[in-house]
């Protein structure tokens, strides 16, 4: 810190003194702001925890990147230190399957990234929502404007809801937007597409190097069976499950990874719930098709008996697939182990509860499909996974990070712990424990589907590109921060594994 000192009587030379000091501060603060460019972050003595070991070793982080993972990383005088002695750090999380910024939803991308963040977060991967006044390439557009507000890297999956010769010219173009998959619904009458129209889309995906997400349940009987419902008076929030069973989820399954089979399309399932469906995608898999697999936090520990509560309090659980039973829960955690399912999205959705979910009270028609829970996921998931014995450490970050980065067309840059990668790391304090609850989430939602679960572990800190976003629960990260991800097409990295 530098004082000048002015001396009496010299008021005529006061303007030029006044000029040296402005220069002096000015040149203090730029030395200074060189200075924190050049400081690199240092984690010590933590637990890294990549998706194939653990080991005890410091990382640094400079100017965005780990720049190195030792024994021991010697520290320089400006270096920001984070000591995590008994902690384990974890690549940041990759969700790949999130709802910001759709109309009618509490979370736009600067609450929806927050609450994202603060649950260890670092990237997300949101749906688009098409406007059927405009192209596809225009939607994007009209998203990537959107997301500029986000605090963390952000990418888009495109959601395309009709074919024809435009629509699938545009997929060709995605790539060079840095989309490099799209979104096809087998259900709900406004985005549901055929199946000569799968095979269109799902074709062009394929040669423009693009991954077809799909939602896979039988949109067409399924609306047959809610009309049977509602005409026998069958309303509560029960019904909305008993009128979308496994079966149906299953069918679309086991039609929709036929078809990738016949256009040799990488296929990723969303949000796999049951047995069932399971059973398909396993034996599509074994034929050897390209599929990937999804499930959900809320699949892996809500079941149907919350569908089955006083209708005030079971319209908050309405989703699809619906909440099946404790014995699907059981068989997703047996294909988390058995690398049939490959990643966990939350697909969040923040709709409220005052005109929204409560709108199914008397007509579960009428609740808008979907569950918030951005910022649970590793959470719940360090909890029911590895504290309860279900899955390993590297499981955890291999399904969570890993996988959705290579599969999505991030890795190496994200979803890792090596050397070159972005800096995104979440410190995580396996001795403290979480409650859940509404009155501390980040999410805008007026109720949290996981309200009062104590869960064992607790997120000290997040980092995104060697910045610290999230510090003991406070998000101290800034809206605009994130930057939009330009993904590679699929199968264009270099996987050099491991880490
Ligand atoms: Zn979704």
Redesign the pocket.
Known sequence: MAVITLRNSQKPKILSWVLIYWRILLFITLTNKRRRDKMATIIQKGTLVTASETLRADLKIDNGKISMISDQIKEENEDIIIDATNKYVFPGLIDP?T?LGIEGTLDDFESGTKAAASGGVTTVIN?TDPNNSQTFLEDLAEWREKAKSSIIDYGFHSIINKCNSAVLEEIYKLPDEGVTSIKLFMAYKENMVNDEELYLLMKAAKQAGVVTNI?AENGRVIDQLIDEALNNNNTDPINHACTRPPGLEAEAVARALRIAEVTEAPTYI??ISSEEAMEEFIRAKERGVQAFGETCPQYLVLNENYLKKDAKEAVKYICSPPLRTLKDQKILWNNINSEMISTIGS?H?SHPYLNGKENGIDNFTKAPN?LPGIESTLLLLYHYGVYEGRITLPKLVEITSRNPASIFGLHPRKGCLKVGSDGDVVIFDPSKSTVISKETQKQGTEYNIYEGMELQGSIDYVLSRGEIIVKENEVVGTSGRGKYLFRNKFNEFSDEGGQ
């Open positions: 399957h709802h749906f939602h969303v949000h697909d959705a979907g």
